[in-house]
């Protein structure tokens, strides 16, 4: 860490401040945004920022329209770069963008989708089933609505309130809902429902984040006939991968099931090609337990190439292949940002960008001259190949002057680049530093700069150090190189100075003077930027920095050495002291049926918890959690927070930290009911369902006291402070 604190001083005392961007350079662009109607949420936001000197201002657009022509109620609102639309509705949806832009240019920002998720009604038509004999591979099409960005599936029996748990024989598909079994015996006769759910979490490979939605189809009936004996079978892969386009950093699924009586076994590999040598599988896989499903995280280039699964019984074998492609937005290899430039007038702007060429994905190059697109023609010659974009401006004069911008575009994204060019513009004005102190006045000077054209002055800038919004301006001749600033107490005023041609030209503003002290802003920052602190007496800063480093090494290495054992020793000792260790023990994931109670009973559970601290330790001392949880949980100051975050950590447990939250529910929290509620079937989705859509007659024509008493009686509530609610 020391060694790259370091390098980043040192780096920083090598900055020059000639190389100043002034124009806008986007930072930070707009990405798209989901919104789920049934969520609590009350807006949503985009984000652009940029820097630039005077820093930036924004405008935004739907589509192609100024967002300050659209009437709409309540007002869009505008922060800085942050564009937040208050309770969006479904004519909201569509694609945003900013500009942002300063006096010496203009930057259009790529794109942003806001979407609404959805889920659809089950087409309500009556589903003919599926009949068959003993032993047989069956599938039960789960049909599901249409939904974006995603759903979660779950299948029910028909009039049963637990959700049906995938086994050996059984699997429910991750990707369609469709529920396979492998061979079905008389036992599996009866009528089944598929449940759906909204899943806004739109990695394939990463646990589902759910919405307010939920759906079931209609009755689905499987007829299995007894036969003796029964009939076996060698495997047969009926649900399988072929082919899988990615983009690098997303989450992979991949899902196998097969046929057979005895049911098959699946084992993955990591092929070179189709049928050839095996290879090492990526660090982030894992596997469903039967391995009906394979997911990997973060997808890499390397990632890229043939999976293949074989299902295997006493009677045979059965193999397919499956290749995951890696894709990707553009990469650069020469970007503008390199490319700023100071020309003559009359002299040619020669910009080039180039990028990887994969021998697939097309890439599209767009050029844009302060947020317009660049349209091609004697005066804008364009020149492109397969890797490369140059764009030539012929004759250059200072209107020409500002923000180029390229991007680039394939079916994956779009990419932008940006470059500054200044033509007929002086250069920055230098050495500027306070001469005398007034009473109520400050005289500074500075040296003459660098120009591509005539000078014909200077204009100062100069405001409060303390209320940076209150500047003035004061426009002085070329000569002499320094001005009288009246009404300016220099101790408590920062003071900028800009060179101005005949022709109108502004060059870029000096470092500033503040409160009588010069502080560099070489390196692209914005003026609102925290300045560098140069040397005592004004001695450059590299000139004593590089010294002092030399000095200083051997220390900063042996103090690395011991914050490295310290880090290490005291993370040993946590370890002993949380939990008995951060180690947790082999668990498995945790089942489909607890993740669902933990969820549906979220909110019941955050209100009623009075001490989730205790039960954090309880779970921690039985190794179901570890001691990162412990930490993160215990951050949170307010108790509903430690609640949601303990909920949140221990699925990563299984079900034994299921198992040991119910047991400090009772132990430390004296919740029997609701731990009894957790372990039992609960109430099922469907009967939520019709609980909801008839809870205003329930709430105008029921007796609570009678209700209650019954419930109580009979068990099924027992939680004795209910009658405070």
Not at 347 to 368: A, C, I, M, Q
Not at 405 to 420: D, R, T
Not at 509 to 528: C, E, H, K, W
């Amino acid at each position: 860490m020391w060694v790259s604190v370091i390098l980043a001083i040192t780096c920083i005392g090598l900055g020059t401040t000639g190389a100043q961007v002034i124009s806008p350079t986007l930072k930070v662009e707009p990405t798209d945004v989901l919104f789920d109607p049934g969520s609590s949420t009350t807006s949503v936001s985009f984000q652009c920022s940029a820097t630039g000197d005077p820093a930036p201002e924004y405008v935004w657009y739907k589509e192609y329209v100024d967002l300050d022509t659209i009437t709409r109620q309540p007002l869009y609102q505008t922060s800085g770069g942050t564009l937040t639309i208050p309770a969006p509705k479904a004519s909201d949806q569509g694609r945003y963008w900013c500009q942002a832009f300063n006096e010496y240019g203009r930057v259009v920002s790529v794109g942003a989708n806001l979407t609404f998720a959805y889920v659809n009604d089950f087409d309500p038509a009556q589903r003919t089933g599926a009949t068959t004999t003993s032993g047989n591979g069956t599938l039960l099409p789960c049909s599901p609505p249409g939904a974006y960005p995603g759903l979660v599936y779950h299948w029910i029996e028909a009039g049963k309130t637990a959700f049906i748990p995938n086994d050996v024989r059984k699997y429910a598909s991750q990707n369609n809902g469709d529920y396979y079994f492998a061979n079905v015996s008389p036992d599996d006769n009866g009528l089944y429902q598929c449940g759906v759910k909204i899943n806004l979490n739109t990695d394939d490979a990463t646990a589902p984040v759910t919405g307010g939605f939920s759906e079931f189809s209609p009755e689905t009936p499987l007829t299995v006939t007894a036969a003796s004996p029964v009939p076996t079978s060698p495997p047969q892969l009926v649900l399988f991968e072929t082919i899988q386009y990615k983009r690098r950093g997303d989450n992979v699924l991949m899902e196998f099931f097969a046929y057979g009586n005895p049911t098959p076994t699946l084992d993955w590999r990591r092929v070179d090609a189709v049928g050839g040598n095996a290879m090492e599988f990526p660090a982030s896989v894992k596997y469903e337990q039967w391995k009906r499903a394979m997911t990997l995280t973060n997808v890499a280039v390397a990632d890229q190439g043939f999976y293949e699964v074989t299902a295997t019984n006493t009677l045979g074998t059965d193999v397919k292949t499956a290749q995951l492609v890696i894709e990707d937005v553009p990469q650069y290899i020469k970007k503008l940002e390199t490319q700023n430039l100071d020309q003559a007038p009359g002299e040619d702007v020669n910009l080039e960008v180039t990028w990887k060429d994969d021998g697939r994905n097309t890439v599209t190059p767009s050029w844009y001259y302060n947020g317009v697109d660049i349209v091609p023609d004697d005066k804008y010659i364009v020149t492109n190949s397969p890797a490369a974009s140059s764009l030539t401006v012929k004759n250059a004069q200072p209107a020409d002057a500002g923000s180029y911008q390229s991007i680039l575009q394939n079916q994956y994204g779009m990419v932008p680049s940006f470059s500054e060019v200044r033509v007929g513009a002086p250069s920055k004005v230098t050495d500027l530093k306070l001469v005398e102190k007034g009473d109520n006045s400050a005289t500074i000077a500075w040296s003459e700069p660098p120009t591509k054209a005539n000078l014909d002055g200077y204009q100062i800038q100069y405001n409060p150090t303390d209320s940076p919004d209150s500047k003035q301006y004061m426009d002085v001749g070329k000569t002499p190189t320094q001005a009288t600033i009246p009404n300016s107490n220099p101790d408590i005023s920062t003071y900028r100075v800009r060179a101005k041609t005949v022709d109108g030209i502004y060059g870029p503003y000096s470092d500033p003077l503040v409160n009588g002290v010069v502080t560099p802003i070489g390196d692209g920052r914005t003026a609102t930027d925290t300045p560098r602190t140069a040397g005592g007496g004004g001695v450059p800063l590299l000139a004593w920095l590089l010294p002092l480093l030399l000095l200083l090494l051997p220390l900063l290495l042996l103090l690395l050495f011991c914050c490295c054992c310290k880090g290490w020793c005291a993370g040993k000792k946590k370890e002993k002291a949380i939990g008995k260790g951060t180690a947790l023990a082999n668990l498995t994931p945790m089942s489909r049926v607890h993740q669902e109670m933990l969820r549906t009973y979220r909110t019941t559970i955050v209100d009623n918890m009075k001490a989730p601290g205790k039960v954090t330790t309880r779970m921690a001392n039985e190794k179901v959690i570890n001691a990162n949880m412990v930490q993160a949980i215990a951050s949170h100051p307010v108790r509903q927070d430690k609640s949601k975050k303990l909920l949140d950590s221990m699925v990563l447990g299984g079900d034994k930290s299921f198992d040991s939250f119910c047991g400090g529910l009772r132990k430390d929290e004296k919740l029997d009911w609701l731990a009894d509620t957790l372990e039992g079937q609960g109430l099922s989705m469907d009967n939520r369902k019709r609980l909801e859509a008839h809870k205003q007659l329930l709430v105008n024509k029921m007796d609570p006291e009678s209700t209650l008493t019954s419930l109580t009686q009979n068990q099924v509530m027992i939680n004795p402070s209910v009658r405070d609610w």
